[in-house]
């Protein structure tokens, strides 16, 4: 949701700026542009759509001599996706250009101050507040000038600005919104994500909120709030920019899919001790965390929630512990039973999603314990939980999540283990039993990706329907949710995911001669319960694609499609039985033409509320 780079070195600006637009496409967004400092003022270049469109405009543009620049991708809130509302966004004289991830919440207020003030607006965003207002603070101090902006304003933001009058440099700031500064040898860079600097450097420091940063090509000067300067730590990026490209596949979403054995192989490797027992203590969880715990409250958004209903059932069937598992912007305002005889365990790839962060501070606030279950190093999510237990999926590039919401299932399976170690609830042998299944699983989901070819088959029958259901009992119940989901966000298809044996409360009248229906039957405990109810949907002239993993003889009227997992044991079928459905959103959103990586009004990262 939204993407800023900027750049100032020795190279030239824009073409670097255009290349870390290009990486950043992934998190969403409907324009872009890009400010360039020159010896004649600032060249600002806008389009409406894709960064391709904006790279167009710039070759057409000639040569600009420049090493100093900013770029922008667009999500829109405030204004319609036009060329006038792109970012960035100048002052009225044009010598400061301004960029802006997040929403101004108080802009309106701001922007009858300035227009009295005789400011002109251009544009319907809340950014361009920021552009005239920085243009008002700012008497040749670029930090002086965003602190005083910083202090007026309300929402979340990042923010990065260039001005005419100070060549090579940049100044940014952030609140609520992600923000790193690439640390090169004599050039540097921001952004909102890793892959913008890899061009350049692994190295990089993590903006703080509140924080104000003077970028040049040889210094980056850190400001806390007060205009005190402060040091950071570096880090260093621990996987390779090959990860964030597309590798011969014709989607990001495809390639990830692939990449599910070793993600989750990664998120295990080095959790599970000698011993055989599931050992997270280098995160600082270990058995006292759940020993006297009342309740476990599981908090994300989208898939992530999702991954986390899968959690639930395994923490409940398990570890006996009650856990409420919450869509994290109900959470945050539904005044929450938390206190510190609680967990809260909060989900989430990108680890900077505004209602899943907000959540987390609600539950800090009301004094749980809580954990992060966070695929991006460093992200606001990881940064503020108590303890971050990093999913080692690799950077995820697609909008729809399929190798991070794998990853979180395995480390939400070590958890739960780890809880019923410590409640007593399974014996240290059970529990070594699962980790020994949980160390095969990664081979399982390999053998479970051997079904694409099928399931590319099952997309060409059924591709041309308009609706699609999905059900599913148990932990099949959490699964569906997600193939559920999948197939809504790639294809465009409406699609529903319901409990086995709510059919028949309503949702049966829908069914109809040919109705697609993805069923699973992957839960032991309710197999022959669920049975029960894909025959309701034969009955009814209902086409079943079932899904199933035991060693269980099927009737052969049962189903028209067939796919047979490898077995293992029943908590952990739901990172089997989530590909195939995986490949099916894929292979249908492929023939309907939709845009795979880029769902249409979808954003990786979503930050705002
Ligand atoms: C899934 O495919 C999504 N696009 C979306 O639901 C996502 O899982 C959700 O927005 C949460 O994101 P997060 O994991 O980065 O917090």
Known sequence: MCGIVGYTGGKQAAPVLLKGLYTLEYRGYDSAGLSLQ???????????????????RVNAAGRIESNCGIGHTRWATHGAPSDRNSHPHNSMDGSVSLVHNGIIENYLELKTELQAEGYVFKSDTDTEVVAHLFSKYYHGDGVAAMLDVARRLRGGYALAVVTADRPGELICTRRDNPLIVGLGEGENMIASDIPAIMAITRDFIVVGDGE??????????????DGVRIEKEVQTVNWDIQGAMKGGY?????KEIMEQPKAVRDSIASR??????????????????FADVRNIHIIA????????????????????IPVMANVASEFRYSDPIVDSHDVCVVISQSGETADTVAA???????????????????????????????TWAGPEIAVATTKA?????????????????????????EIRYYCRELRDLPDKIEKTLAFGPELKRLAELYCACDDTYFIGRGIDYMAVQEGSLKLKEIAYVHSEAYAGGELKHGPISLIVDGTPVVALACDPE?????????????????????????EYAIDPDLCDHLIKLPPCPWFMTASLSVVPMQFLAYYVGVLRGCDIDKPRNLAKSVTVE
Do not use: W
């Open 38 to 56: 020159t010896a004649g003022g600032i060249v600002t270049i806008k389009a409406k759509g894709r960064v391709e469109e904006l790279e167009k």
């Open 212 to 225: 104000v940063v003077r970028v040049t090509p040889e210094s980056v000067e850190v400001y806390d709030k």
């Open 250 to 254: 014709d989607h990001f979403m495809i």
């Open 272 to 289: 599970i001790s000698a011993d055989g027992l599931p050992d997270l203590m280098s995160e600082g969880v270990g058995a006292e965390l």
């Open 301 to 320: 958004c989208g898939s992530a929630y999702y991954a986390g209903l899968a959690g639930k059932v395994a923490f409940e069937r398990l570890a006996k």
């Open 360 to 390: 987390l501070r609600e539950a800090k606030a009301r004094g749980a314990t809580t954990v992060a279950i966070v695929n991006v190093l460093a992200s606001t999510a990881a940064r503020e939980a108590d303890h971050v237990i990093y």
């Open 405 to 429: 919401y794998s990853a979180q299932l395995a480390v939400l399976y070590l958890l739960a283990l780890t809880a019923a170690g410590a409640r007593g609830t399974l014996t240290p042998d």
């Open 526 to 550: 309710l197999y022959e319960k669920q049975i029960s109810n894909i025959k309701t949907v034969k009955a009814r002239g209902g086409r079943v694609i079932l899904i199933t993993n035991g």
